[in-house]
């Protein structure tokens, strides 16, 4: 597995939205168990999750949706030595959509982009994922905020409640079986057994 040091556009410097080492570890360790053969990464940023997820899986097709262009094309170059690495640039939302139009379907979906929209995706993620695929989300508890009680901060509080809202639709879903994971920021993992 590479380096995040080594990835075009990684300044160890300043705040950069990149996986923490616990949860980069998971989604690899996840991966090289279940062999997923189409994987769907929703947030690119410099591609390096893509990386893990191609490095785990190598007979993968992967594609992963990034909005911002310039970032979209330096995961381009960092993921030049994967054949089987499609990144796409546009809003998630559009392009999900565009996938289910298509009638594609995904046996891992990667969702590690906007947070806030989590819930708006997850109808539209759950038709892409096939039977017994998994869905596996980053960040759910988005700096503790989540699950703290009392007053979130006003700036937060809308992405903090569709969160919350996400989980509890991923924890009820009957034909998801659901667990949250106390790993970095939390991650959910959702595999899906009906269809």
Avoid: W
Avoid at 88 to 100: E, N, Q, R, S, T
Avoid at 153 to 176: M, Y
Avoid at 181 to 193: M, N
């Amino acid at each position: 597995m590479e380096k995040k040091e080594d990835f075009l556009g990684y300044n160890k410097d300043e705040y950069i939205p990149i996986l923490k080492d616990e949860s980069i570890s998971f989604i690899y360790q996840l991966c090289l168990e279940k062999q997923p053969k189409n994987i769907l990464e929703i947030g690119t940023y410099i591609g390096y999750s893509a990386s893990v997820l191609l490095s785990a899986s190598p007979n993968a097709h992967l594609k992963t949706v990034e909005l911002n262009k310039e970032n979209a094309l330096i995961a381009q170059k960092n993921l030049a030595k994967f054949n089987n690495a499609e990144v796409i640039c546009g809003d998630a939302k559009d392009v999900i959509k565009a996938l289910l139009e298509k009638h594609e379907k995904f046996d891992f979906i990667f969702l590690d982009g906007p947070k806030g929209q989590y819930i708006r995706y997850l109808p539209t993620l759950k038709e892409l994922l096939c039977l017994n695929g998994i869905l596996v989300a980053d960040n759910v508890y988005f700096h503790g905020m989540v699950k703290a009680e009392g007053i979130i901060p006003h700036k937060h509080r809308s992405l903090v409640n569709n969160l919350r809202k996400f989980i509890e639709a991923i924890k009820k879903d009957g034909d998801f079986k659901s667990e949250i994971h106390d790993i970095g920021d939390g991650i959910s993992v959702s595999i899906k057994i009906n269809n």
